[in-house]
């Protein structure tokens, strides 16, 4: 007799392994993802501020959330690694961090696994793509009603160690799609808004840029870029232009505790400091909206947003979206639903849905 041949089945449950690696803190995660019923699990997840430079910190990252979460590196299923910056390069640089990434010899750690790269606000459009409601705060949600407008546009921004960008678009057949959570095909397309020039709009502000790239020892034609001020590191130059440089030590933890009420009410620096980066991150996210008419709707996340959601659920905020002066333009944002990421890790999400992706692929 015989014996029958056993042809091993591919098990349902597949590992992911994932991370979200800014210019000051990395996030890590391990997703399980069932392939029968679709559903994504978080098992376990790990936070490190990067104190360090240089191309040996993130193994060090690595192999510590590797210890946490019980499993070697080479036993996951799939791995997406989202980086705050360009990523199309072999050792990968931070624009406002010393952190590098050495991308040749980070794919042999994990084996033979589906395994890609991705810019953490592709990863962010990710988790914009495949929203899930206890994620994410409304900010504005008084909008026209218009069934003409197309609803397959969403934007995501926001600020950290600088300032990220992506707009996501649903169902579009007409670019090479990634496919989300295994079933949704879109369109992503992360940018760098961060290096757009700063939009200054009046004589203070104009003092503020000239003093930010003087302070950053630019040139007088250099470019004062919309994340030198709308970032952790910007944050700490507003307030120390509006306390008159006294405080050259100040940082954005230290600052940003100040837009506490307490503080906001005694002390005119703080004042100055909350109103100019509400106002300033509104009108960044409206020139964001205008560019693309997204709809589908305005996703705002990024550590200083989250960290500090007073900065966006505020009426300083949702008057300066809105203040165009312009009856069509202002028509069009009416339409934009705007919402604030309840906590930090829509990328890690995000990556883990495009894992599954990769699964897929």
């Given at each position: 007799?015989?014996?029958?041949?056993?042809?091993?089945?591919?098990?349902?449950?597949?590992?992911?392994?994932?991370?979200?690696?800014?210019?000051?803190?990395?996030?890590?995660?391990?997703?399980?993802?069932?392939?029968?019923?679709?559903?994504?699990?978080?098992r376990?997840?790990?936070?490190?501020?990067?104190?360090?430079?240089?191309?040996?910190?993130?193994?060090?990252?690595?192999?510590?959330?590797?210890?946490?979460?019980?499993?070697p590196?080479?036993?996951?299923?799939?791995?997406?690694?989202?980086?705050?910056?360009?990523?199309?390069?072999?050792?990968?640089?931070?624009?406002?961090?010393?952190?590098?990434?050495?991308?040749?010899?980070?794919?042999?750690?994990?084996?033979?696994?589906?395994?890609?790269?991705?810019?953490?606000?592709?990863?962010?459009?990710?988790?914009?793509a495949?929203?899930?409601?206890?994620?994410?705060?409304?900010?504005?949600?008084?909008?026209?009603?218009?069934?003409?407008?197309?609803?397959?546009?969403?934007?995501?921004?926001?600020?950290?160690?600088?300032?990220g960008?992506?707009?996501?678009i649903?169902?579009?057949?007409?670019?090479?799609?990634?496919?989300?959570?295994?079933?949704?095909?879109?369109?992503?397309?992360?940018?760098?808004?961060?290096?757009?020039?700063?939009?200054?709009?009046?004589?203070?502000?104009?003092?503020?840029?000239?003093?930010?790239?003087?302070?950053?020892?630019?040139?007088?034609?250099a470019?004062?870029?919309?994340?030198?001020?709308?970032?952790?590191?910007?944050?700490?130059?507003?307030?120390?232009?509006?306390?008159?440089?006294?405080?050259?030590?100040?940082?954005?933890?230290?600052?940003?505790?100040?837009?506490?009420?307490?503080?906001?009410?005694?002390?005119?620096?703080?004042?100055?400091?909350?109103?100019?980066?509400?106002?300033?991150?509104?009108?960044?996210?409206?020139?964001?909206?205008?560019?693309?008419?997204?709809?589908?709707?305005?996703?705002?996340?990024?550590?200083?947003?989250?960290?500090?959601?007073?900065?966006?659920?505020?009426?300083?905020?949702?008057?300066?979206?809105?203040?165009?002066g312009?009856?069509?333009?202002?028509?069009?944002?009416?339409?934009?639903?705007?919402?604030?990421?309840?906590?930090?890790?829509?990328?890690?999400?995000?990556?883990?849905?495009?894992?599954?992706?990769?699964?897929?692929?």
């Open positions: 007799m015989s014996k029958k041949t056993t042809i091993a089945s591919k098990p349902s449950v597949r590992k992911l392994f994932v991370c979200d690696q800014g210019g000051t803190n990395g996030r890590f995660a391990y997703y399980d993802y069932n392939e029968t019923t679709g559903s994504l699990v978080l376990d997840s790990l936070q490190r501020e990067v104190t360090d430079a240089g191309v040996s910190i993130f193994t060090k990252l690595l192999h510590q959330a590797e210890k946490k979460f019980g499993i590196l080479q036993e996951y299923d799939a791995v997406a690694l989202a980086f705050a910056c360009p990523v199309n390069r072999e050792i990968l640089s931070f624009a406002n961090s010393e952190l590098r990434i050495d991308t040749g010899t980070l794919k042999q750690k994990f084996g033979k696994a589906p395994f890609n790269i991705i810019n953490d606000f592709f990863a962010q459009g990710c988790g914009v495949s929203p899930q409601k206890k994620d994410w705060l409304p900010i504005i949600q008084e909008v026209t009603p218009d069934p003409t407008v197309p609803r397959d546009i969403k934007i995501a921004a926001g600020a950290g160690s600088g300032f960008t992506a707009c996501i649903d169902g579009s057949n007409n670019f090479d799609n990634v496919t989300i959570d295994g079933m949704k095909k879109v369109r992503i397309i992360s940018g760098e808004g961060g290096h757009v020039s700063f939009p200054c709009n009046n004589g203070n502000e104009l003092e503020l840029m000239n003093k930010v790239r003087e302070i950053m020892g630019l040139s007088l034609n470019t004062v870029r919309l994340e030198n001020v709308l970032s952790g590191g910007g944050i700490e130059r507003a307030y120390r232009y509006f306390n008159g440089w006294s405080n050259k030590t100040a940082k954005s933890r230290e600052v940003t505790k100040t837009f506490d009420l307490e503080y906001l009410e005694k002390d005119e620096a703080s004042r100055q400091t909350f109103y100019l980066i509400a106002t300033v991150y509104a009108r960044a996210m409206r020139n964001y909206a205008l560019s693309t008419l997204p709809y589908g709707g305005v996703y705002i996340s990024g550590g200083v947003a989250v960290d500090h959601p007073k900065l966006i659920d505020n009426d300083i905020f949702r008057y300066e979206f809105r203040n165009t312009e009856k069509n333009t202002a028509e069009a944002l009416d339409k934009m639903p705007v919402w604030l990421a309840a906590h930090q890790d829509i990328g890690l999400y995000g990556a883990a849905c495009y894992a599954v992706g990769l699964l897929n692929s």
